[in-house]
C-alpha cells in the first residue's frame, strides 16, 4: 500500500535512527552522506520507482537502482529494510562478521535489493548504462536509476560513461549526483573543484535538471518525477541534487568530519533527541 507523505516524512527519521544505530554499534561506518540522501532513497522507494518484491536479480519489467558511492550503505540497507526487502533486525549485522550487510554492498551473499558490488567509486554509470541498453533491447520500457557522490565525479570512469551514454542515446536513465560539496577529504571546491557542474553535463550532452532542497521530500519527489517525464526523449538524465552532509543531526551538518565517522554513546543519545518519533520501530 502507497504510504502518505506525512508517513515518508516519519520513515525518514525512522531511517536516519537507523544508520545512526547502525554505525554506532560497530563504531565504523559513513554516516554523514547518508543521512544527508534519506529523503533521495525514501522518495525513490516510496513514491517514485517501479520495483517488485520478491527480489530478483534479473529485474525484467521493472525499473532498477545502482548505488555507485557505495560507502552510504547505511542508508541503503536501512532503506530496503523499511519497504520489506529484507527483515528489519537484519540491520543490527551491519559491518559484523558473517553478515549480508557489509561495509560496501556485495552480490556474493544475495542481499535483496542489492545488484552490484559498489566498494570502488566511478563505477556504477557505466554498469546502470549497460542494464539500460539491455531494457531496450529487450523491449523493457521501464527506467534505470543511479546515484552518485560528487566527489565522485571526480574519478575518469564517470565522464567516460556520461560521454557514452549520449552519444548512444541511452535516454531511458535518470543518474542523481548527491550535490553536497564535501568528501573525505574536505570540501569538494578545496580538494578538486568540479565548476560548473550544470554546464558540463550539458557539454556531454545530458538533459539536465536541479534541486537545491535535496532535504525536502516533497521537492525530492516532484524533482524525480519530473525527470522521469524527460525521459525517452533521446538524451540521459541528470539530477543535480543539492543537499546537506549529516542532515538531520547538527552537529553533523556543515563539516567533512562525519563522512566516515561514527557517534560515541553520549552522541547518539544527542542525534536521538533530534530525531524524536513518538512511537519509533527501533531494530
Known sequence: MSKSIEELKSLTTQIRRDILRMVHAVNSGHPGGSLGCTEYFTALYGKVMNYKLPFTMEGKNEDLFFLSNGHISPVYYSTLSRFGFFPVSELATFRKLNTRLQGHPTTHDNLPGVRIASGSLGQGLSVAIGAALGKKLDGDQSLVYTLHGDGELQEGQIWEALMFAAAKKVDNIIATIDYNGRQIDGDTDDVLSLGDLHAKLEAFGWNVLNEKNGNDLE?????????????????????????????????????????????????????????????????
Do not use: C
Open 219 to 283: 521537492a525530492v519527489i516532484s524533482i524525480l518525477e519530473r525527470a522521469k517525464a524527460e525521459t525517452g526523449n533521446g538524451k540521459p538524465v541528470a539530477i543535480i541534487l543539492h543537499t546537506e552532509m549529516g542532515y538531520g543531526v547538527d552537529f553533523m551538518t556543515g563539516t567533512h568530519a562525519w563522512h566516515g565517522k561514527a557517534p560515541n554513546d553520549e552522541q547518539l543519545d544527542t542525534a536521538f533527541k533530534q530525531l524524536y518519533l513518538e512511537a519509533p520501530a527501533d531494530y
